[in-house]
């Protein structure tokens, strides 16, 4: 995760959920929101994958979208499967839940890229049991928590790798 960030060599940030249409497009929303505030876009390439095939094409979940657009967040993802070559692909690879962070672990096959594989909750200061909590078979309320979760975990995400940027 510690390198140096510079314009040549943008850091490269994966979010990962099951179906790729509710709480990994929002982490991307947020955090792309956030780097383009602090005026940080040419230093970060940021995606999202799902560890399923459920969903792929789709745009996000109109409840995610709904709720992010309340907080002036935008979402454009495209459902896709998140695909072994990601591993070597990008830096930084976060697992919304142990299934999902399982279920990457399984995809490096010796294990060289356990360090960069971690949870999204590692970064939240409020992190309970590790979980994004999957909001997909919930009501309104479930969303705006993952909204609220995702916000505070990318905000900490941020500030520790705007430290490593040189400009
Ligand atoms: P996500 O939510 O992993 O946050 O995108 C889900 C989306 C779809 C399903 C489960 C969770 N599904 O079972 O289809």
Not at 50 to 57: E, F, K, L, M, V
Request: with cysteine; net charge negative; glycine share 6%.
């Amino acid at each position: 995760m510690k390198r140096t960030i510079t314009k040549e060599d943008p850091y490269k940030v994966c979010f990962v959920c099951l179906g790729n249409i509710c709480r990994s497009p929002t982490a991307e929303g947020i955090f792309q929101h956030l780097v383009n505030e602090r005026k940080l876009s040419s230093y970060f390439f940021i995606d999202s994958a799902g560890t399923s095939a459920y969903h792929i094409g789709e745009p996000a979940n109109s409840k995610s979208q709904w709720t992010a657009n309340r907080h002036g967040v935008k979402l454009h993802s495209k459902a896709r499967r998140f695909e072994a070559s990601d591993l070597d692909e990008f830096d930084l690879v976060l697992a919304m839940d142990h299934e999902n962070h399982r279920n990457l672990q399984r995809l490096s096959r010796n294990g060289q890229h356990s360090g960069k594989i971690k949870l999204m909750r590692e970064f939240d200061s409020r992190p309970e049991d590790g979980e994004v909590p999957d909001p997909y078979y919930g009501g309104m309320d479930g969303f705006q928590n993952v909204f609220d979760v995702l916000k505070r975990s990318c905000e900490n995400l941020l500030d520790e790798l705007e430290q490593l940027v040189e400009k």
